[in-house]
């Protein structure tokens, strides 16, 4: 039986301690052991604030959409491994394909509109100037640019990949590296999906990281600067 694991500060790491069971939802066998317990989160968002964000907030729009398609594409040629583990999950092949291809498609979704609605540049132009003197010689102008924070994604156990990466591409797109942590009970396929992301080499240093179990005191450490999605 398979012990899941965590992708922390570049590299998978194993949990301690006995962990969770995790059980085929058809045949009741055990498929895999899901613990995060000894993960370092404090590293986590220190690599993802120091590391991942940076990074991307050095790329433009047009640059991040690039990324969420190329790495679409790669996942959408590895699909059929997905649909397999998906199984597992109790998952008919209906299901599945809303939960795979539909989170496939929302990477294509969002590398189209950052290429179409967002300029070539590192931040987004928000109204027209704004005049702040009565003849004019004083206007200002408000623009968007990227959080210095991470984005901390908690995904439902019934949508473990459309879930994740629907929320990744917003983030990602946004310029604001990411923390995922699946439903534990499902959390095999979500791993699946997340090594092959990793095995792609498409995503910048630092800007995706996942968790496989409890998030631990993570919550307890999130600043001003950071976010998080249920």
């Known amino acids: 039986m ?10 998978w790491v194993d949990g301690a301690g006995t962990g969770t069971v995790l059980r085929h939802a058809v045949t009741g066998a055990e498929v895999a052991v899901a613990s995060s317990a000894g993960l370092d989160v404090g590293a986590m968002l220190d ?8 990074a991307l907030r050095r790329l433009t729009f047009h640059q991040r959409a690039r990324i969420l398609k190329a ?10 491994e997905f649909y397999l583990v998906s199984s597992w999950t109790g998952a008919t092949s209906a299901d599945s394909w809303i939960d795979i ?4 498609g929302t990477l294509f979704a969002y590398a189209s509109r950052g290429r179409r609605e967002f300029p070539d540049e590192t931040y987004y132009v928000d109204g027209a100037p704004e ?3 009565k003849g004019g010689t004083f206007i200002g ?3 968007c640019v990227p959080m210095e924070g991470v984005a901390v994604q908690i995904n439902a156990f019934n949508f473990p990949v459309w879930g994740m990466l629907e929320k990744l ?11 995922a942590k699946p439903a534990t009970v499902t959390s095999f396929l979500a791993e699946a999906v ?20 409890s998030t631990g005191d993570l919550l307890d450490r999130l600043g001003g600067q950071d976010s998080v999605a249920f």
């Open 169 to 179: 591409s917003t983030s990602f797109l946004a310029g604001v590296p990411t923390i």
């Open 194 to 213: 997340a090594r092959a992301m990793i095995e792609s080499e498409i995503l910048p240093a630092g800007s995706f990281q996942f968790i496989c179990g």
């Open 131 to 133: 005049a702040l003197s």
């Open 101 to 104: 291809d539909g989170g496939i």
């Open 71 to 80: 790495l679409a594409q790669y996942l959408l040629a590895r699909k059929e």
């Open 2 to 11: 398979r012990r899941l694991q965590s992708y922390a500060v570049g590299r």
């Open 47 to 54: 690599h993802g604030r120091g590391v991942g964000g940076p």
């Open 141 to 143: 102008r408000h623009i």
